[in-house]
């Protein structure tokens, strides 16, 4: 192996290893409330196992075929993760992971016992593959409706929180990685596995940043540095803010701040820094606090709807926003609220 095959080995299987001691890391911090850690430490589990077969058996071309399949069979747990993973950070609450886990378990063992690698090469590198690859595409699209709200955010120019920039670069990372083994047939074999280890290291940093109670990501406050709103602006503002109540506007769910500054009479970089500096919050979180006090009361009267009904009807756009808004905000999940309540 020359000097440079030498380092392309080290550089990618560090990053399979590292995956894997994450992996470890997130299973045994794991709190009972904290669930999704779970999701998380399997996902990297799993994709390091991904990883690993990919390194040693581009270096190793004459690799033990049941290190292949380990390797291959692994691909079908990716995607259920990383759904599972974001589903559960944005709905607050343990998914039914059962139906999205056992279900591929037992396709795995019956190809295993039926067609192992071994003896049906061809089908794993033909049609196993490909169907692996549209299943883990499958998950990517639905996982996206979890982290939707966080897209919201960069679109409408708000700031992020430093957890919403965790699971976006979690689920853009595992997206990469699907996108650089789909094209590897063009590009590289051992794309993936580079993209992985650089991916992962983003996110390491990420996580120390994340943890760190000095560092904030994408922070719009320097932006009204010396532009001090004047008194009677002010009053004018909060005189004015409560017809968003009265009207119930926010029921709309596309409901924007520059809709709000219309109704409102005044200018949209008025009413968001009014919002951010004297009432510390951004209008979307404004705006879901609003809904969430709706939906408490529905939650208390109406009993004959559904809860995801109940959501809608507040104005959320879909049930994934209203159950961490609404977890956010009160501690709940709206099933646990409503228990509580009718109690």
Known sequence: ?????????????????????????????????????????????????????S??????????????????????????????????????????WTRHVFPYLGVLTILGFFYPYVDHRAIWSTWIIKAISIQWLIYIILSFKSIQPVFQKIKDKENLRKIDVWVMSIYLGVTLIWLAYTTSPYTSYIAGALSFTFILYVNVLLLIFRNSNGITFFQEKEKYKNKEIDKKTLELIGQKLPIIIEKELFLNPNFTLEEAAKELKVSKHLLSQYLNEILGKSFSNLISSYRVEKAKKLLETEKNFTIESLGYDSGFSSKSTFFTAFKKITGLTPAEYQKSYSK
């Open 55 to 96: 390194v040693f058996f581009y270096f190793n071309p004459h690799l033990s075929n049941i290190f292949i399949q380990i390797g291959l069979s692994a691909c079908v747990l990716i995607g259920p993760f990383l759904f599972l993973y974001l589903k559960t950070y944005a709905e607050g609450e343990k998914s039914n």
């Open 1 to 53: 192996m020359t000097d440079s095959g030498q380092f392309l080995f080290f550089f990618s299987a560090l990053g399979a290893f590292n995956g894997l001691l994450l992996s470890i890391y997130f299973a045994i911090n794991a709190k009972k409330k904290i669930f999704t850690n779970y999701f998380l430490s399997l996902l990297l589990l799993v994709l390091s196992i991904r990883i690993l077969k």
